[in-house]
């Protein structure tokens, strides 16, 4: 028994769930979300407690209960508390803004990056290098996050670049200097 699927998940109040056959809608402050669950797992409430049980023991079945069961927990999570990620800017002259509600990235290109929040996402920056994602979609702010990453990747030398706060860069030496013969 998978150790993840069999936990339950607590519905807190102001959330709303409703499951139809293997399609799961979860409303809440944040907003809504809608997943088709795998057909080797089914969803069961009772009261404020959701419960995913798999159908059989095969393989996939067994695959799709403990993810099955993040997911559903991760849309609950998201529609009542929302999810965030950080971001840091190091470089000397890299920058970051936000002008309405797109990211601006000054990133030593020959251009601004400019990147358009999906629906639901909402980006702040502080001390024009800390940047924060959040929204209560956690596989789209993740996704997001990344792409912003992905625009300057750290670089092992010298360390530039963004990078997820608390991310440890493996940093390489450098050329030693040595004179020639």
Same mark, same amino acid.
Do not use: C, W
């Given at each position: 028994? /998978?150790?993840?699927?069999?936990?339950?998940?607590?519905?807190?109040?102001?959330?709303?769930?409703?499951?139809?056959? =293997?399609?799961?809608?979860?409303?809440?402050?944040?907003?809504?979300?809608?997943?088709?669950?795998?057909?080797?797992?089914?969803?069961?409430?009772?009261?404020?407690?959701?419960?995913?049980?798999?159908?059989?023991?095969?393989?996939?079945?067994?695959?799709?209960?403990?993810?099955?069961? =993040?997911? +559903?927990?991760?849309? *609950?999570?998201?529609? /009542?508390? $929302?999810?965030?990620?950080?971001?840091?800017?190091? $470089?000397?002259?890299?920058?970051?803004? +936000?002008? $309405?509600?797109?990211?601006?990235?000054?990133?030593? @290109? /020959?251009?601004?990056?400019?990147?358009?929040?999906?629906?639901?996402?909402?980006?702040?920056?502080?001390?024009? =290098?800390? *940047?924060? +994602?959040?929204?209560?979609?956690?596989?789209?702010?993740?996704?997001?996050?990344?792409?912003?990453?992905? +625009?300057?990747?750290?670089?092992? @030398?010298?360390?530039?670049?963004?990078? @997820?706060?608390?991310?440890?860069?493996?940093?390489?030496?450098?050329? =030693?200097?040595?004179?020639?013969?």
């Amino acid at each position: 028994m /998978s150790r993840i699927g069999k936990r339950p998940i607590k519905i807190p109040a102001k959330v709303e769930v409703t499951v139809n056959g =293997t399609k799961v809608v979860v409303k809440g402050p944040k907003g809504e979300l809608s997943r088709e669950l795998p057909t080797q797992v089914s969803l069961s409430q009772e009261g404020e407690v959701l419960q995913v049980n798999r159908r059989d023991d095969s393989r996939v079945s067994r695959q799709m209960h403990g993810l099955s069961r =993040t997911l +559903v927990s991760n849309m *609950v999570e998201g529609v /009542s508390q $929302g999810f965030q990620r950080r971001l840091e800017i190091q $470089g000397v002259g890299y920058r970051a803004a +936000v002008q $309405g509600r797109t990211l601006v990235l000054n990133m030593g @290109y /020959s251009h601004q990056v400019q990147i358009a929040p999906p629906e639901g996402i909402q980006f702040a920056v502080e001390n024009n =290098t800390n *940047v924060i +994602v959040s929204g209560y979609d956690k596989e789209v702010v993740g996704n997001i996050a990344a792409k912003i990453r992905d +625009v300057r990747p750290p670089e092992p @030398y010298k360390g530039k670049g963004i990078r @997820y706060a608390g991310e440890a860069v493996r940093r390489k030496a450098g050329k =030693t200097g040595k004179g020639k013969k």
